[in-house]
């Protein structure tokens, strides 16, 4: 399936309100059971094109009408199919008259008069409820109220003309597009000192901290690709600083996990490898998160050992329906990863001695014929491989304002990153 541009194929905000398109895949399951991609299917014919909804929408919708007795799964050929129940039956025949107008509804006539914030208002309501049905926990919760509340100051700081924020989307050399699909939450940075409370060794070249502190209690972190600022006394007037990403938090014990791919020594390996429980470390920020807007048909995040914290979090935090595929760049299969996620997840690793040379990259990631549809593509490894791995998607014609790449580290350089390769 090709994306039309504006006025063409839609996905994600649909032309429904709250609770009509759960009807509407009621009366499709009605006229035949089905799977969650022909519904989506069946939905985008009714339209004549016009809607396509995500399955990150459709999903949560049939979990409902599950959870309500509506409709019920049949295992056939592995997937899941959905059958109307009696009950479901019931419930289209008491709601007989707006089934009715839903199946013979006027797209064009309804696409013009749609209200998109409206729309959108009705899709997080719709999503919270979703989430609080299944009793999320204190972490999520918090999470999900921060980022609601950062939301809402973003949307206040876009209604009112901003140099300031201006300034910040054109260093980032974005366009208005890219600035939609990509929000910036800051946050007061503060330190922290945390203390080791565990040490592993997640392969035998990826060490996992897990560091607690009571002062962890007002953390955030809303993004995969989140970093914090790591400092590190070596007698000098400054203390050395390196970036991190919080590979996973846990606000009811207060503990914050952090993995340390090891190589070249400098002050940050050099702690990982002597670090023994009780040891502490000092930490600051994140400054702020970016959250990349859930609009993408498909998900490609290639990085590698300095990568692979953002990518695990990533995976491990997508919700059932989305399709993501991650390329980690390692050294041999020893340093492979597994990681649970509900989304569908596509695992491929690609072996390469010299993590700065962007050839054996480049070529395990030509073979790979991109998906369908609107992608995102994330990249993060050294900065010479991520610009040659963003210039390769961008010469196959992968939209701009769908990729993200930075450079985690540069070969040579002690303290050297590009976080946005544009
Ligand atoms: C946003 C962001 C998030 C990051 N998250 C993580 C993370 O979660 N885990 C993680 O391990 N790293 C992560 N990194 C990368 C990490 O910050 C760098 O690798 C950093 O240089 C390590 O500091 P150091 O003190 O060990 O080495 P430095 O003193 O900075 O460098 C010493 C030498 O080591 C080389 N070097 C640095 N990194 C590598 C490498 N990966 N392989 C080979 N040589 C290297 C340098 O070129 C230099 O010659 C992240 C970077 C960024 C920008």
Request: aromatic share 8%; proline share 6%; hydrophobic share 40%.
């Amino acid at each position: 399936m090709k994306h039309k541009a504006r006025g063409g194929h839609r996905r994600g905000r649909g032309p429904f309100d709250y609770g009509e398109l759960r009807l509407f895949l009621l009366a499709l399951i009605a006229e035949a059971p089905s799977h969650g991609y022909e519904l989506i299917r069946a939905i985008e014919a009714r339209s004549a094109g016009r809607y396509i909804p995500s399955p990150g929408v459709v999903y949560p919708n049939l979990a409902a009408l599950e959870d309500m007795g509506h409709i019920q799964t049949e295992p056939s050929a592995g997937r899941k199919s959905f059958a109307i129940t009696t009950e479901g039956q019931a419930f289209l025949a008491a709601n007989r008259a707006s089934v009715q107008a839903m199946l013979t509804r006027d797209w064009a006539k309804a696409e013009e008069g749609r209200d998109p914030i409206r729309a959108g208002m009705h899709e997080i309501k719709s999503a919270l409820t979703e989430v609080l049905r299944h009793d999320p926990g204190e972490e999520r919760i918090s999470s999900i109220a921060a980022l609601l509340q950062s939301t809402a100051q973003t949307i206040r700081s876009q209604s009112i003309p901003d140099p300031a924020s201006r300034q910040d989307s054109r260093r980032g050399g974005r366009t208005t597009g890219m600035d939609q699909i990509i929000t910036r939450h800051r946050f007061d940075t503060r330190r922290r000192v945390l203390s080791v409370q565990e040490k592993t060794w997640v392969t035998p070249n990826m060490i996992r901290f897990v560091l607690h502190s009571e002062e962890l209690a007002d953390f955030q972190s809303l993004g995969p690709d989140d970093h914090i600022k790591l400092f590190f006394e070596t007698g000098a007037e400054k203390p050395e600083m390196r970036d991190y990403t919080p590979r996973a938090f846990d606000r009811e014990s207060r503990t914050l996990t952090l993995d340390f791919a090891i190589h070249e020594a400098g002050p940050a390996t050099q702690w990982a490898v002597d670090a023994e429980i009780g040891a502490k470390l000092s930490i600051g920020g994140p400054r702020g998160s970016t959250v990349i807007a859930p609009v993408f048909d498909w998900w490609l995040l290639i990085g590698d050992e300095t990568a692979l914290p953002a990518m695990g979090r990533w995976v491990e935090e997508m919700p059932e329906g989305m399709q993501v595929v991650t390329f980690g760049l390692v050294t041999d299969p020893a340093e492979e990863q597994v990681w649970q996620s509900r989304a569908s997840h596509q695992a491929k690793w690609l072996h390469r001695a010299d993590p700065a040379d962007p050839a054996p990259v480049l070529a395990g990631v030509g073979e790979f014929a991109l998906p369908e549809g609107r992608g995102f593509i994330w990249i993060a490894a050294e900065a010479g491989v991520a610009r040659a791995l963003r210039d390769h998607f961008e010469h196959r014609g992968h939209p701009r304002e769908g990729l993200k790449a930075a450079g985690y580290w540069l070969k040579g350089e002690a303290d050297a990153s590009v976080k946005s390769l544009d």
